[in-house]
């Protein structure tokens, strides 16, 4: 299918700040990668984009540039860039990544939040609670994004930005089981209510004990839509990893 096909009723993006034109254009082209528009496999034409999109062609290709980082598009040499498509092996390193970097966030954070940032927290579930379902998938990921944000805050800024980073470039997948699964969203609302009381209580063995398993069963799950007889051996890895610290 075309890219003008493709993006045949979706508005073009709004540059307020013409500084700012590659960072719009990388958002709003991520957020069609995101919720499907653009699916696995599309070519993605730069000179045409930029023209679909009402913009020139630097922003494009920086924008491009980005997208490449996090992982969403990729270019063979001498191939025009496409959108990246789902991968099992990609899923099980990047998870397997998230809950050795993630555990040691919560276990950092645990019994150390500020009243403000309990407060915060606790909000942002409610929210998340209402926001539940494919309809409105995009809110309920920004605010689970800066719920687990919280989770791992004293982590530092360093640790931090690979845990973003790695959340950002899982989020598709995240999206992919949403959009399959729209009741799942609620279903597993009472392991997030878990995680921030154990981060509340200070247990941090029950709070590095409860995000490992949470990711765990996040990337399982995905997993079995995608390849149900995927065996992810580095998921397995990391949870028993954090098992063994436990025990030591």
């Not at 699916?39 to 490449?68: C, D, H, I, W, Y």
Request: charged share 25%; with cysteine; proline share 4%.
């Amino acid at each position: 299918m075309s890219l003008q096909t493709l993006l045949a009723g979706h508005p073009v993006p709004v540059v307020s700040d013409p500084r700012q034109t590659s960072a719009t254009v990388h958002g709003h082209l991520r957020r069609l990668i995101m919720t499907g528009v653009l699916p696995p496999g599309t070519v993605l034409n730069q000179a045409e984009l930029a023209k679909l999109l009402a913009v020139s062609r630097t922003p494009t290709r920086e924008a491009f540039r980005m997208l490449q980082e996090e992982g969403l598009v990729e270019a063979d040499l001498n191939q025009r860039p496409r959108v990246k498509g789902f991968d099992s092996d990609e899923l099980d390193t990047l998870y397997a990544a998230r809950i050795s970097l993630e555990c040691l966030g919560i276990h950092a954070t645990a019994g150390r939040l500020t009243a403000a940032e309990r407060k915060e927290a606790a909000q942002l579930l409610r929210a998340m609670k209402q926001a539940g379902g494919a309809d409105h998938l995009d809110r309920w990921s920004t605010l689970h994004d800066r719920f687990h944000e919280l989770l791992v805050i004293r982590v530092g800024s360093f640790v931090g930005r690979t845990i973003a980073s790695y959340s950002a470039q899982s989020e598709r997948y995240r999206r992919l089981y949403g959009a399959e699964h729209p009741s799942a969203v609620e279903e597993r609302h009472a392991e997030h209510v878990a995680l921030l009381d154990s981060v509340i209580d200070g247990d941090r063995d029950r709070a590095t004990r409860l995000m490992a398993a949470h990711l765990a069963a996040t990337a399982r799950l995905v997993l079995a839509d995608l390849d149900s007889d995927f065996e992810p051996n580095s998921i397995t890895c990391a949870v028993d990893l954090m098992s063994r610290s436990q025990q030591s």
